[in-house]
């Protein structure tokens, strides 16, 4: 296969769109939109006001298609998000109530302010695209993308996400602050309002789907599957690490990276693009020994440990 020009031209109009809003953080829109035609969710940690939830409007203000945003509370129940089945008198049955969790993209802001049983309840919604309720299962929309924000854990208020739930997010990024500049500039755009709301869809969830196919189409060698699965096995071995990356990582990080090859305008994965998501796609999965943090490692050093000890491997692309 070759990349399409009209599948190329749709994914730079959507990165344009998040460019023209999203100032200074153009790495972090090539990421979402790595997810984004990976089928993959997001999680964004960073501290409040730095652009994580408009970052996610704006791409879904790009497509058109079903959007919806939960502000995550401690009150927050896990039907409020999947929906409820209420029963008519009349009709003498249950009837499904769609929560908000029935749209293509659904922003969980502040995820980790809700409880643990309700972030639970995305579970089976990020793994199998549907939800049970009642004992009945309804799909999702397809495609159906979570994007969820978090404060950094330490943050007042705030509920740990579980390690089932934490691997189930294709990467974790994060936004920092943005340079003098840059702020500069992203004053002046906000002068007259939030240019987030001004976008205009560029195409539509359908469209978005059919990327996705051609992305799953995409050439990874054996060379460089063996060095993805070389970096993802060496932190089950690692004496510091106490939950390695699991299987779904090694599949999550494959459909990323032929993802991230389709959007450098290739149709065949290289070690590179292997290196470059590694930091995003791994360290939200790895647990590290209370002792070892102690001696300050974390996951993030732990990866870039690995990646300068992994061999490369010397065959290319195809």
């Known amino acids: ?62 497509m058109e298609g079903v959007y919806r945003r939960v502000q995550c509370n401690p009150d927050l129940l896990p039907t409020d998000i999947t929906g409820v089945a209420i029963y008519h008198p009349r009709e003498e049955r249950f009837q499904f109530r769609p929560g908000p969790i029935m749209s293509h993209i659904l922003l969980a802001d502040e995820i980790n302010r809700a409880t643990t049983k309700t972030q639970s309840a995305l579970l089976e919604a990020m793994e199998e695209r549907s939800v049970t309720v009642d004992g009945e299962t309804h799909p999702l929309p397809h495609p159906f993308m979570l994007c969820a924000t978090q404060n950094p854990i330490d943050f007042e208020g705030t509920y740990v996400l579980p390690e089932a739930q934490l691997d189930r997010f294709m990467m974790k990024l994060h936004m ?16 007259v309002g939030q240019p987030a709301d001004q976008l205009r869809a560029v195409t539509d969830m359908e469209t978005i789907a059919g990327i996705q196919r051609e992305v799953r189409e995409v050439h990874m060698s054996d060379a460089v599957t063996t060095y993805m699965l070389g970096i993802i096995r060496a932190t089950r071995e690692h004496p510091s690490v106490l939950l390695g990356a699991s299987p779904r990582a090694s599949i999550s990080f494959m459909q990323a990276a032929k993802a991230y090859a389709f959007i450098n305008e290739r149709d065949f994965v290289l070690p590179d693009d292997i290196k470059e998501l590694a930091p995003y796609v791994l360290p939200h999965r790895i647990l590290i020994r209370p002792e070892a943090r102690l001696d300050s490692l974390n996951a993030e050093s732990l990866i870039r440990n690995l990646l300068a000890a992994s061999s490369v491997p010397v065959s290319m692309g195809r």
């Open 1 to 62: 296969m070759s990349v399409s020009s009209e599948s190329m031209q749709i994914v730079t109009a959507v990165r344009t769109n998040l460019e023209s809003c999203i100032l200074g953080k153009t790495f972090e829109i090539k990421l979402l939109m790595t997810a984004l035609l990976a089928g993959g969710h997001v999680l964004i940690e960073d501290v409040p006001g730095t652009g994580k939830t408009q970052m996610i409007k704006a791409l879904a203000r790009s």
């Open 176 to 191: 920092g602050y943005p340079d003098l500049e840059t702020e500069k500039n992203l004053i002046t755009a906000n002068r």
